[in-house]
Each structure stands twice: as C-alpha cells, then as structure tokens.
C-alpha cells in the first residue's frame, strides 16, 4: 500500500470520516489516527506520562470509536474522541497510581478545580454532574475564543500551563492570571446557577 492515495492527498472531514464509521468501512480507522493521533497521544501524555500506555491509550481510543460509531452519530468528531481518549488515560492513570506514584498534569489540574466539585456519596450523584457539565458547558459558551481556549487546554486536554503560554505566544504567568481569573468568574457563575460548592 502506497503511503499516499487520492483519499490521503487532501484534509477529509469529520462528517466524511464520521460517515466511513457508520459504513462500518475500517479505513475510518487509519484516517482517525492519520488526522488525530498526535493530538490523541499529547491528551494521553498529559495524563500518564509513559509512551507505552499513551499507545495503548490510544489503540483502545480507537476500538471504543469503532464500537460507539454507530450508533452514537457525534456532533463534533474531534471533541467526541477527545473525550473518549481522556476517560481511558484517566483510567490508566488510577490503574497505575494503585501502584505507584505518577507524576501528572491530571493530578494538577483536578486539584484547581476540585472546589467547584460535590463529593457527596448519594444516589444523585450521576445527575448532579451531569447538570454540573451543562452548567460549565454553558459558562464555555459565554467566553470569548481566546479565554474558552485556555479553559479547555488546562481543565480538559490536561495542558501543561507552559505549553498553553508557548502556543499562545505569552509568558508562564499571563496563563496562571488569566485561569485564575476564569476559576472565579466560574465559581460565580455556579453559584448563580445554584450548584453546589
């Protein structure tokens, strides 16, 4: 098999590969990794810091798209296995951290937000923090581009904040200000909302 075809040659679309899933069509998979692995395995080294578990991370990401596609149809593809990738690398990190300790940005960025958090053991539990999501996906949609970036590299892709600051061409500390300003803004927000603290 050539390294490059006429599929290959230009950026296929989530809706495109979305579609090869549903088809049940396994070049879906190849795609998948051709267009996301690397941001794949970067969510998955923020998390376990060891390239042979970000593979199998990795590999297990894909086997899950394969099984949930269909019949989940997701809306955003990219945010759809960002997802699925983060909850296995979670799961590896707890595997791991069962027996010995794991330096991780995980442990960091969980830590930051852990307040905002209830950690009632009730049978509410479930749809507490499903309310809770909405709650902050909503808060996302009232940033602006720049600030909901920040927000998502630190809280959901697990981002070192120097990585977040070299992409954003801006210092270590205009990072830590500027998340320390969106931590309040969202406690605010949660409280207004009702949720509890």
């Known amino acids: 098999m050539g390294k490059r075809n006429t ?16 088809q049940r069509n396994e070049a879906a998979i190849q795609i998948t990794s051709d267009k996301y692995g690397k941001f794949l395995y970067r969510i998955a ?4 810091h060891d390239h042979c578990d970000c593979e199998e991370c990795q590999n297990d990401t894909y086997l899950n798209v394969w099984n949930s596609i269909p ?20 799961d590896k990190y707890y595997e791991k951290t069962n027996k010995k300790r794991v330096p991780s940005e995980l442990t960091v960025s969980m830590e930051e937000i852990e307040d905002f958090i ?6 509410d539990d479930e749809l507490l923090a499903e309310e809770l999501g909405e709650m902050i996906s909503c808060f996302l949609r009232s940033l602006n581009e720049r600030e909901r970036y920040i927000f998502m590299s630190r809280f959901y892709l697990v981002e070192p904040t120097w990585v977040i600051a070299k992409e954003l061409n801006v210092t270590e500390s205009a990072i830590y200000k500027k998340l320390t300003k969106l931590k309040a803004d969202l406690k605010i927000f949660l409280k207004e909302k009702g949720a509890l603290l």
């Open 71 to 90: 019949p989940t149809r997701p809306r955003s593809f990219r945010a759809f296995i960002a997802r699925i990738m983060r909850n296995i690398a979670i």
């Open 118 to 123: 209830s950690h009632n053991e009730n049978p």
């Open 45 to 48: 080294y923020n998390i376990v």
């Open 7 to 22: 599929t290959s040659q230009r950026q296929i679309s989530d809706e495109e590969i979305v579609e090869l899933y549903w």
